[in-house]
């Protein structure tokens, strides 16, 4: 009867520990555990669970402090059914590199994922530096961005403007059609205009100077009037 207190103790510890590491489903199917023993033989018994979309390196911990990966567990008897994004279970991460820097190539369009890993079991980390150099040729859109979290939130990007000037955008002007001069005093006037994402932006207007020494002010709102510059 003590040993059976012991089990349920262990078994408890466990399915503890395991449910912390769950990111999807999970499921306590069945057991069926030897009630009697003779002294000092170990516990036998079986135990069925089920879960979904869980980490190979997951762990199986007890109350004595002894653990075995979920890879591990899976690779130890051939009696288990198990299905695997990749072959024999292996993560897709690799460590490629080891140092401070790191150079990668990109195609347009193309996407790669890196991360680090630490070596120590118990680290604390206050603050972390990037410095991210691209040899990018300039462009009217972005050219690089950085997602940090996997969370579609992008943290850094491109924010270095350019020397030239790709596009030209005169609006609603045509400069084939009739001008007109008009008077500059104090009712503005306003041009709808659609600012694509981009680091840097260059705004104007031909303005005829009459009489010398009028100051002439130009402004930036969002549409909801909400003043940028």
Known sequence: MKNKQIFILVLAVFLLSFISFVYASYEFNDHSIQEEYAKDSSIYGQIQISFEDELVNSLFTDSLGNSVKLKELLMDSS????????????????????????????????????????????????????????????????QISLDFFLDGEIEIENTNVGSSEKEVNFGCFSPSGNELELGLDSTPYCQEILIDKTPGVKIGAWIKEITAGNNVMMNLYVKDRCFLI
């Open 79 to 142: 009696d288990y059914s198990y299905n695997c994004e990749r072959a024999n279970c292996e993560s897709k991460f690799n460590e490629v590199h080891s140092g401070n820097t790191l150079s990668f190539h990109l195609n347009d369009g193309e996407e790669a994922f890196y991360g680090l890993i630490f070596n120590e079991k118990s680290i604390n980390i206050n603050s972390i530096d990037f410095k991210l150099v691209s040899d990018a040729t300039e462009s009217p859109t972005n």
